[in-house]
């Protein structure tokens, strides 16, 4: 930026007639530009040459701005360095020619008006044969002149200052604008003692006396080398080197001295906002220190006393990225101490926080415990996030829509990504995704089908529509509630009434058919079975005699011999009696897994009940069944052969 009012500087004062608004246009580019570099509104990284010339121009524009206000305009007349001055008449009427303006920072000794007239190769009155001689006051009054009544530049040159105080004005004016205003004053002072009316004289020396009284110096008044040494310390500043900032601050107050001035209150505000940096920098340091350490609270501190010392953005950016982690941790602390049942969303993004403050801090001791009571909150948060997937899978493949099962798809798939944010992903989980991305593509492929039907239902004939029967067979089997099935069922129906009637005039024609065939066979067994009929044909028939038959005699039948049925004898089982060897619970089976009815005392002495089989438990030990009866009870139950004796007769 600081380039292109350069150039726009050095267009308007290397132009032959500048206008006033161009001159006050660059003018105020450049002043406001250097202002708000001077006070750091800007952070435009700008070079101590480009900052030199830019003052240098400002200078000159301010130069030549004065000189118009003051009634005189320069018109160069030489295209190399010199400028030379043709007076015009001021605004009251006083007449001052120009002192020359070098196209460089250094002024020379300024020429008097006689010389400069002597030098012009263009006069004012235009282009002349021959150069006039020096006009002065002195010849003015001469008659080859003319005199001063009848010629109107006689009367110009009448109204001109005087020789030695345009000689000590153009001395004053290069004190001024070198920034030695202590020796600019008393010179200003003697050209208004010979020349009163002179108001440039009079301008300038109330703002030389001001400069000094007050120290309200602007940078672009500053003494060449001061103003250099000023810039380097603005320059080291922005880039955060305050202490060498410092030193070329001391330096422009050295040269400030040399010239005479004892105040500037510029200077001395930016020496106090370099000791208020450096301390502010010193405070922040030690607020980094501390964070390496894990001290964030103290940290924070020290980052935020600085950042309000001297609002630098870096310092204020970082007092809120430390406070920003800080309320992380504090989010962390107040949901691990939360009773009852934590979402798994609020346990993800928990984790989440804690990692990245780990990644940015290392371990620090608070960051320790909240993750050791956040390990305790994780393992009954993961089994609910299972069990809630599986219940989704479920409800999403008996789901009776389709955008149902999608949403309990989602379901899923969200919490099994925060099974992976909390580092809870198995090969359980695995096989979960895997079965949740079967359904989901089945999901997939069914809407495609209602798509691809619906487009032929569409586009196809509606009272044969068989395409979109087809196609949509196993999308309206899986979702029967969904809206889009719904939709295709009411297409539908032309063609169910179409297939309805060809079904029914088929079945008519089908029991016609059928009608007919029965009929067409029962005449033909009617037939078969009539052809194979005999007819009656009369025929003789023998009458048998009856003959005498013998009456039969009675034989007698030997009566048997009962044998007498054997009988059971009742043979008694022998009753076995054994001893427990020690304490003893009787099961109801073999063995330890079944309930007990009693305990046998060690000693005791119990009978042994036959059984059908042996019994064996799951240890392959063999039981027995024993009863023992006291008084009014009796424990009937099995017990291991190896905790029992016979008893010696």
């Given amino acids: 930026m600081v380039s292109s009012l350069i150039e726009q500087a050095k267009k308007v004062l290397s132009s032959p007639d500048p206008s006033d608004e161009q001159l006050s246009q660059a003018e105020t580019g450049l002043s406001t530009y250097l202002e708000a570099l001077a006070t750091n509104r800007i952070s435009d990284q700008v070079g101590v040459d480009e900052l030199e010339e830019a003052n240098r121009l400002l200078r000159e524009l301010r130069r030549e701005r004065s000189r118009r206000a003051s009634g005189s305009i320069a018109t160069p007349t030489q295209p190399l360095e010199t400028s030379i001055t043709k007076p015009v008449v001021s605004s009251d009427n006083d007449l001052e020619p120009e002192s020359p303006t070098l196209s460089d920072a250094s002024v020379s000794r300024p020429q008097t008006s006689s010389e400069n007239l002597s030098m012009s190769a263009k006069p004012v009155l235009g282009d002349l044969s021959a150069a006039p001689p020096p006009i002065t006051r002195t010849n003015l009054g001469m008659d080859d002149m003319g005199g001063i009544d009848n010629d109107p530049l006689k009367r110009f040159f009448q109204s001109t200052h005087d020789p030695e105080a345009e000689r000590l004005m153009d001395e004053a004016e290069?004190?001024?604008?070198?920034?030695?205003?202590?020796?600019?004053?008393?010179?200003?002072?003697?050209?208004?003692?010979?020349?009163?009316?002179?108001?440039?004289?009079?301008?300038?020396?109330?703002?030389?006396?001001?400069?000094?009284?007050?120290?309200?110096?602007?940078?672009?008044?500053?003494?060449?080398?001061?103003?250099?040494?000023?810039?380097k310390?603005?320059?080291?500043?922005?880039?955060?080197?305050?202490?060498?900032?410092?030193?070329?601050?001391?330096?422009?107050?050295?040269?400030?001295?040399?010239?005479?001035?004892?105040?500037?209150?510029?200077?001395?505000?930016?020496?106090?906002?370099?000791?208020?940096?450096?301390?502010?920098?010193?405070?922040?340091?030690?607020?980094?220190?501390?964070?390496?350490?894990?001290?964030?609270?103290?940290?924070?501190?020290?980052?935020?006393?600085?950042?309000?010392?001297?609002?630098?953005?870096?310092?204020?950016?970082?007092?809120?990225?430390?406070?920003?982690?800080?309320?992380?941790?504090?989010?962390?602390?107040?949901?691990?101490?939360?009773?009852?049942?934590?979402?798994?969303?609020?346990?993800?993004?928990?984790?989440?926080?804690?990692?990245?403050?780990?990644?940015?801090?290392?371990?620090?001791?608070?960051?320790?415990?909240?993750?050791?009571?956040?390990?305790?909150?994780?393992?009954?948060?993961?089994?609910?996030?299972?069990?809630?997937?599986?219940?989704?899978?479920?409800?999403?493949?008996?789901?009776?829509?389709?955008?149902?099962?999608?949403?309990?798809?989602?379901?899923?798939?969200?919490?099994?990504?925060?099974?992976?944010?909390?580092?809870?992903?198995?090969?359980?989980?695995?096989?979960?995704?895997?079965?949740?991305?079967?359904?989901?593509t089945e999901i997939s492929t069914n809407e495609d089908a209602i798509q691809r039907a619906e487009a032929a239902l569409e586009t196809g004939n509606k009272y044969f529509a068989l395409d979109a029967l087809r196609i949509s067979s196993r999308a309206r089997k899986r979702f029967p509630q969904d809206p889009r099935i719904l939709e295709l069922k009411r297409g539908f129906l032309p063609t169910y009434l179409v297939g309805g009637i060809g079904g029914i005039v088929l079945l008519v024609l089908l029991i016609m058919g059928i009608s007919l065939a029965a009929r067409g066979i029962s005449d033909s067994v009617y037939e078969r079975n009539l052809a194979r009929t005999p007819t009656v044909t009369m025929t003789p028939t023998i009458t048998l005699t009856p003959t005498v038959t013998l009456t039969p005699t009675i034989t007698l039948t030997p009566t048997p011999d009962y044998s007498p049925t054997p009988t059971n004898t009742v043979t008694p089982t022998p009753v076995v009696s054994v001893r427990a060897i020690r304490d003893i619970w009787v099961r109801t089976g073999c063995y330890a897994s079944f309930s007990s009815p009693g305990r046998i005392r060690e000693g005791m002495t119990v009978e042994l009940v036959s059984m059908p089989e042996r019994r064996f438990d799951e240890f392959n030990r063999e039981c027995v069944l024993i009863e023992y009866t006291s008084g009014d009870y009796a424990i009937i139950g099995y017990v291991l052969i190896e905790d029992i004796t016979p008893v010696n007769e």
Avoid at 192 to 219: C, F, K, V
Avoid at 243 to 252: F, G, H, I, K, S
Avoid at 333 to 357: F, Q, R, T
Wanted: glycine content about 4%; cysteine-free.
């Fill in 174 to 231: 290069e004190a001024f604008y070198k920034g030695n205003y202590q020796a600019a004053i008393p010179l200003y002072e003697k050209v208004i003692q010979m020349e009163p009316g002179w108001t440039r004289a009079q301008e300038h020396h109330s703002e030389a006396e001001d400069y000094l009284r007050s120290g309200n110096i602007p940078s672009v008044a500053l003494p060449p080398e001061a103003g250099k040494a000023y810039g």
């Fill in 233 to 440: 310390a603005q320059s080291a500043a922005r880039v955060f080197r305050y202490q060498v900032a410092l030193n070329y601050l001391e330096e422009a107050f050295d040269h400030l001295e040399d010239a005479g001035i004892k105040r500037w209150r510029e200077g001395e505000e930016l020496r106090h906002d370099l000791e208020n940096q450096m301390q502010a920098y010193d405070v922040y340091r030690e607020g980094l220190n501390l964070l390496t350490q894990g001290e964030l609270i103290a940290a924070l501190g020290k980052i935020q006393t600085a950042a309000s010392a001297v609002a630098i953005p870096e310092y204020i950016d970082k007092a809120a990225e430390v406070r920003s982690d800080l309320a992380m941790l504090n989010d962390v602390s107040d949901l691990v101490s939360l009773s009852g049942k934590i979402p798994p969303s609020k346990l993800a993004d928990a984790k989440s926080k804690l990692e990245k403050i780990r990644m940015k801090y290392s371990d620090i001791p608070q960051l320790g415990r909240l993750r050791n009571r956040l390990d305790l909150l994780i393992p009954a948060t993961i089994q609910s996030l299972l069990d809630n997937t599986r219940r989704f899978k479920e409800e999403a493949a008996n789901a009776p829509t389709a955008a149902l099962a999608r949403e309990k798809i989602n379901g899923a798939r969200e919490n099994l990504d925060y099974l992976r944010q909390l580092d809870a992903y198995d090969s359980q989980s695995l096989s979960l995704e895997n079965e949740i991305s079967a359904l989901e």
